[in-house]
């Protein structure tokens, strides 16, 4: 099962939410990754965990907080967001912290917020 | 910021090959080239990565030059579904480190054609 597998698929939810977002393999991968992508551009690198621990924020603002309940979960929760933050949130994950292995990237969810 | 330049779009006939050329003239010895590959509305998918020497698995093969500055995606027989944006990426091998981090410039669209 070579699989990340993400949920929900689309989310709409307004500045006063609180919603998760729910990614998770079965691969055996220590190494999980949240990224962002806006529309029409690249992904941008959010926060990494390396064996549960998070080893990497790349400055993303307090209202994104992420977890790691276990090596196979990877959450991402989301509070008081801003309209700007509507974008594909995409999950990832990779062998363990080496950095030459190929990671695996989910299908994403789509987020709105109102 | 990405440390490589791609042209923005290419068209390629279905059934030819198709070549995506990456310039990478700032990396360094430790620096690997990947390619990764995002069809419409789906996540990232990885291609290939290698470090000098030419690389080819099922899905494409990999062309450095000797000097490093610069590699060649080949997709040998491009068809319909390799219609997406490629993406080249140099990174750091080795363990943990922001360098070893995936940083997506804009990529190549390719547009197959029947």
């Known amino acids: 099962d070579t699989e990340v597998t993400q949920t929900p698929k689309h989310l709409v939810m307004g500045m006063t939410n609180k919603k998760s977002l729910k990614c998770e393999q079965h691969m055996g991968h220590r190494a999980m990754y949240w990224y962002k992508q806006k529309a029409k551009k690249p992904p941008e690198l959010m926060f990494v965990?390396?064996?549960?621990?998070?080893?990497i924020n790349e400055s993303v603002p307090s209202r994104f907080s992420p977890e790691c309940p276990n090596s196979s979960l990877l959450n991402l929760h989301l509070h008081a967001l801003q309209p700007e933050d509507s974008a594909l949130y995409l999950c990832?994950?990779?062998?363990?912290?080496?950095?030459?292995?190929?990671?695996?990237f989910g299908p994403g969810t789509r987020l709105t917020v109102t | 910021d990405a440390k490589t330049t791609q042209p923005p779009s290419m068209d390629c006939a279905e059934g030819r090959a198709a070549n995506l050329p990456c310039n990478h003239s700032t990396i360094s010895g430790n620096e690997y080239v990947y390619w990764y590959r995002q069809i419409h509305s789906q996540g990232p998918q990885y291609i290939i990565h290698?470090?000098?020497n030419n690389e080819t698995n099922e899905m494409a093969s990999l062309i450095i030059t000797e000097d490093r500055k610069s590699s060649t995606l080949i997709l040998p027989h491009a068809t319909l579904r390799d219609t997406a944006v490629y993406y080249c990426i140099v990174r750091v091998a080795g363990y943990g480190g922001s360098q070893g981090n995936l940083i997506f410039g804009k990529g190549t669209k390719l547009s197959v054609k029947p």
């Open positions: 990832a994950s990779s062998h363990g912290p080496y950095n030459d292995a190929e990671q695996y």
């Open positions: 965990y390396s064996y549960e621990k998070l080893s």
């Open positions: 290698g470090l000098k």
